[in-house]
C-alpha cells in the first residue's frame, strides 16, 4: 500500500470514527430503553448493567397492559391528537391559503406569537375557565388547547406550501368561473397534498407528546399516555421493565410518524424559517 | 366585471336580489376575511383571551382552592416579585443559567457536528434521520429513561462513569449536580436540531470566498474563524434564538425527573409558577410570574433580534 493510500486510509476510519462517536449517545438512549423494556427485573436492576447479553421477556408489556387501562390512555392520546388536527387542518388550512395569496403579514406574526408566549400562561385561564364549565376531563377542553400546539404550526407550515403554487394557477382557475373558494378546494388544497399530510403529522406528534395542558386538564377518563407514564414513575419505583415498556410503546408511534416525514421536521420546529 | 354578471343575474331573477345571491356576492367579494375567519376566532378564543385574562389575573389576589372572589391588588404581585421573594429572584437566575448552559453546548456540540457532516458520505441520510429522533420523541418517556439512567446506584450512567475512572456522579439525585443532569438532557434532545440548522446554512454558502482564501494561502482554521463562521451568523441566531425560547420555557423534563427537587436546586420559573398555580391555587401571584416569565422569554428574542442586526 503506498503511503498516499495509506493517509487516505487513516482519514477515513478517522471521520467515521468521529461520526460514530458523535451519533452514539442518540443511538444509546433508544437502545437502552428498547432493551430495559426487554430484560426480566433482576437482570434491567443488575449492577453492572449488561449490553448485549441479557435473556429476553416481555413481561415488561403484558404487566403494562394488566396493571394499568394501557389501552384506555392510548386511546384518549389518539383521539384528543386525531381531534387536535383533524381540528386544526379545518380552521388552519384556509388561514394558511389566505396569508399567503393576500399577504396578510400581520395575521400570520400574530400567530407565531403563540410560539413565543409560554404555555403555562394560557393553562391558568383555561383551568379557570373548564373547571367553571364543569368541563375538566373531557375531549373538547384537552382538543381544544392542543389547538395551541397544532395550529401555529400547522398554519406556518402551510404558508410555505401555499406560496410555492404558482400565482398562474390560481388566476386560470378565477377566470375558468372558479370562485376563490372553488380556487381554494379543487385547486390548491390538491397541489398541496403532501404538505397536508405532513403538517398533519407533526401536529399529530406535538399533541401526542404534550404533557403541560394534559396534566392539568385530563382527569381520570381522558388522561393520555404522557400522564400515564408519568404517574406510573410514583408507583413502580425500580421496577424498570414496565416502565421501559411503557415508555417504548409511547415513542414507537411517534419515530414511525417522524420516519414518515423527515424532510419536513426542521421547517415545522422552526415555523418554516428553516428548510432542511 | 361584477356589473355585467350582475345584471345578468338580476335579469333572470325578475329585478329582485335573492338573499342567497346577496350572501354569495358577499362571500365572493370578502373571501380575504372569510378564510381566515374561523381560524382568527380560534386563536382569539385559545390564545388571545387567556393571555388578556391572565393579564388582569395578575392584579388580583385570588386562591382558585378559596370561595372568596378576586380581590384587585394592583402591582402588588410583581412589587412581591421583584423585591419579596427570595425563591422566584433564585428560580429566575436559575431559569437563566440552565439556558445558557444548554444552548451553549447545544450550539458548540451542534456546529461542531454540523462542520464534520458538511460533506457527502456513505451514511448521511443516516445520520440525518437518526438526528430528528430525540427531538421527536415524547419528552415524558425519554425523561423515564434518563431518570433509570441516572439511578445513583443501578443506573448504567454511573457505570459508563466508573469505567473512566471517575467517582460515580448522584445526577438527578442531588441538589449539586440535578440542574446540569437536565441541561444534558435537553442537550441530547436540542443539539441535532442546531446541527441540523447549522447544515442547512453551510449548505447556502457561497464558494468563492473559501477560493480566494485558499489562494492566500489561509488555513483551515482562519477559513473557519474568518469566513465560514461570520457566514453562518445569521443561521446560527436563527436557530439559538429558537432555542433560547423553549429552553426558558423548559417544563416537561424537569418536572418529570425532579419536579424542581432536590431541595428546590432545579425548580425554573416554569416549575415554581406551575406549582404557585396548581399546588396551592395561588391564580393571582402564579399569573403575575407567567406575565414575568413571558417578559423575560420576550427579552431573550428582542436581544438576539438586536444581535443579528448588528452583524
Excluded at chain 2, 329585478?15 to 374561523?38: D, K, Q, S, T, Y
Aim: hydrophobic residues 55%; positive net charge; contains cysteine.
Amino acid at each position: 500500500m503506498s503511503h498516499k493510500a495509506f493517509r487516505q486510509l487513516v482519514k477515513t476510519v478517522g471521520f467515521y470514527g468521529l461520526v460514530i462517536i458523535f451519533m452514539l449517545p442518540t443511538v444509546f438512549v433508544f437502545y437502552w430503553m428498547i432493551t430495559l423494556s426487554l430484560k426480566p427485573q433482576v437482570e434491567a436492576a443488575g449492577y453492572p448493567p449488561s449490553f448485549f447479553r441479557f435473556s429476553v421477556t416481555f413481561k415488561g408489556y403484558v404487566d403494562v397492559f394488566a396493571k394499568n387501562p394501557f389501552l384506555l390512555y392510548t386511546w384518549n392520546s389518539l383521539v384528543v391528537a386525531t381531534g387536535c388536527t383533524v381540528l386544526g387542518l379545518i380552521v388552519g388550512l384556509p388561514c394558511a391559503y389566505s396569508i399567503a395569496h393576500w399577504r396578510q403579514q400581520k395575521l400570520a406574526l400574530t400567530i407565531l406569537a403563540a410560539r413565543i408566549i409560554p404555555g403555562i400562561s394560557y393553562l391558568i385561564p383555561w383551568y379557570i375557565l373548564f373547571r367553571n364549565l364543569k368541563m375538566v376531563d373531557t375531549y373538547q377542553a384537552l382538543i381544544l388547547t392542543h389547538l395551541v400546539v397544532g395550529l401555529p404550526i400547522i398554519i406556518w407550515v402551510m404558508i410555505g406550501f401555499f406560496e410555492d403554487i404558482p400565482v398562474e394557477l390560481r388566476e386560470a382557475a378565477l377566470i375558468d368561473g372558479c370562485t376563490d373558494y372553488g380556487a381554494f378546494w379543487r385547486v390548491a388544497v390538491p397541489l398541496v397534498k403532501p404538505g397536508v399530510v405532513a403538517t398533519g403529522i407533526l401536529s399529530f406528534i406535538f399533541s401526542w407528546n404534550n404533557f403541560l395542558f394534559s396534566v392539568i386538564l385530563a382527569g381520570r377518563n381522558t388522561r393520555t399516555l404522557p400522564i400515564a407514564v408519568f404517574n406510573m414513575i410514583g408507583y413502580e419505583e425500580i421496577n424498570w421493565g414496565p416502565l421501559a415498556a411503557a415508555a417504548t410503546l409511547i415513542t414507537l408511534p411517534v419515530i414511525i410518524l417522524t420516519l414518515i416525514i423527515q424532510r419536513h421536521i426542521v421547517a415545522g420546529l422552526t415555523f418554516g424559517a428553516v428548510k432542511g | 366585471m361584477p356589473n355585467q354578471s350582475d345584471l345578468v343575474q338580476r335579469s333572470v331573477s325578475g329585478g329582485e336580489v335573492l338573499p342567497m345571491e346577496r350572501f354569495m356576492r358577499f362571500a365572493h367579494r370578502n373571501a380575504r376575511f372569510i378564510f381566515p375567519a374561523p381560524a382568527v376566532i380560534a386563536v382569539a378564543l385559545i390564545i388571545v383571551y387567556p393571555v388578556i385574562y391572565t393579564g388582569w389575573m395578575s392584579l388580583q389576589e385570588w386562591f382558585a382552592s378559596s370561595l372568596t372572589l378576586p380581590k384587585f391588588i394592583a402591582f402588588a404581585n410583581y412589587k412581591q416579585i421583584l423585591t419579596g421573594d427570595p425563591r422566584f429572584r433564585d428560580a429566575f437566575f436559575r431559569t437563566l443559567y440552565f439556558t445558557l448552559i444548554a444552548v451553549s453546548a447545544e450550539t458548540a456540540l451542534g456546529v461542531a457536528m454540523a462542520l464534520l457532516f458538511n460533506r457527502e458520505f456513505w451514511g448521511r441520510g443516516l445520520v440525518r434521520t437518526l438526528s430528528i429522533l430525540p427531538m421527536m420523541a415524547t419528552p415524558t418517556a425519554i425523561s423515564l429513561v434518563f431518570v433509570m439512567m441516572y439511578h445513583p446506584t443501578l443506573g448504567v450512567m454511573n457505570y459508563l462513569v466508573s469505567l473512566t475512572g471517575l467517582s460515580p456522579f448522584k445526577w438527578t439525585y442531588s441538589s449539586k449536580t440535578a440542574l446540569y443532569a437536565i441541561a444534558l438532557v435537553d442537550v441530547w434532545e436540542w443539539t441535532p436540531l442546531i446541527m441540523l440548522i447549522a447544515l442547512a446554512g453551510l449548505a447556502a454558502l457561497p464558494k468563492e470566498p473559501y477560493e480566494s482564501a485558499l489562494i492566500d494561502g489561509a488555513s483551515n482554521l482562519q477559513c473557519f474563524w474568518y469566513i465560514t463562521l461570520p457566514l453562518l451568523r445569521p443561521t446560527l441566531i436563527v436557530a439559538i434564538l429558537f432555542r433560547s425560547i423553549d429552553a426558558l420555557k423548559t417544563f416537561d423534563i424537569i418536572f418529570v425527573m425532579t419536579q424542581g427537587g432536590p431541595s428546590n436546586s432545579s425548580e425554573t420559573i416554569n416549575i415554581l409558577l406551575f406549582n404557585q398555580a396548581f399546588s396551592y391555587f395561588n391564580m393571582g401571584y402564579a399569573s403575575s410570574m407567567a406575565v414575568a416569565l413571558f417578559a423575560i422569554v420576550m427579552g431573550a428574542c428582542l436581544i438576539l433580534m438586536k444581535v443579528r442586526r448588528v452583524g
